[in-house]
């Protein structure tokens, strides 16, 4: 294996179902796209470090890895925050960084909601590992690419996207407990029934760092602390939840308590070899508590999930952080193409931008490239 130069990928996700459950210390359904973030990495003699982007050409950043977020971090643009960021996490935890250059090309969309962001940082971070800190585990580096995005990025994410990236095998659903981190890969065999499971990128995007997740994440805090419990994960009956007096906070638990049963029932369906037509109306009823009682939905997500399920899909939802982004519709193969144009149609007459459309099956997690395509 070559020590100094080599090809890292690490693919986006969507949920299939547990949005908004992992800073709640609950439950996670991603799968991975067969989109992802390819960092290309040569060791340097130099000491220097530079990163660049296919997607931001002309945006070379070049600075060293002792140097890194001393001077002019703030002037360098947004997106090399990311690596950069996870280098300096590296070296925070003591780990010895020396001179690389990283060459990064992604095909995830950047603000679908699909963890671009998570590609970048994961495939970046097994990068360093493998050339500069092989003792590093799966689990520090899942924290690593997520400290990077809390701290140096200041997207106050929970764990979701990151050990999606890591975590996901191929044909599988990663079932993900995120409080003791264990999990269990789940098989999700879309082609074997029939189905096609459509992501709709309504192109309308996502924004994390204003202070709508932040809120969130606060409220549902302040709801645990109200009911007594460490976190929303602990509450054990969801009826616990209408005692709670204010009406925005009963809301926000009333999502995570359901949200957490729904991942439960679908993984409970999943694993005695339903047909997955069965999760439909499950992840329907996951949009509809998003939209209602956790409020992150947006008219074009509504516009796009209403439409799927009214055009014969078996449930679809919003993914993500909300706000924006992209929705996921499980349909039947030979109604996958109804369902898109219904989508579509029903966008342009809504005024909406042409959603971006494809469809996904569960791809491999995070892994180094074989040489011959180095
Ligand atoms: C974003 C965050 C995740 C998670 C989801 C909502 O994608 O990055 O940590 O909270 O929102 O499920």
Known sequence: MDTTAGRWLAPGRVNLIGEHTDYNEGYVLPLALPLGVT?????????????????APGDSVETTAVDLGVAGWSEMPAWAHYPLGVIREFVRRGHEMHGIDLDLDGTVPIGAGLSSSAALSCSVAIALRDLFAPSVTTAEIIDIARTAENVYVGVPTGVLDQSASMLCTEGHVLFLDVRSGEYRQIPFDLDRFGLELLVFDTGSPHHLVDGEYSRRRAECAAAAAELGVPFLRDVRDPAQVEALADPVLRRRARHVVTEDARVLRVVEQLRAGADPRVIGPILTAGHASLRDDFEVSAPALDTAVETAVAAGAHGARMVGGGFGGSVIALTDRENARTVTD????????????????????PAAGAHRLPAENA
């Open 342 to 361: 219904s989508v579509r149609k029903a966008f342009a007459d809504n005024g909406f931008d042409a959603p971006c459309t494809f469809s996904v099956t």
């Open 39 to 55: 960092c290309t990495a040569t060791t340097r003699a130099d000491g220097t470090v530079r990163v660049r982007s296919r997607q």
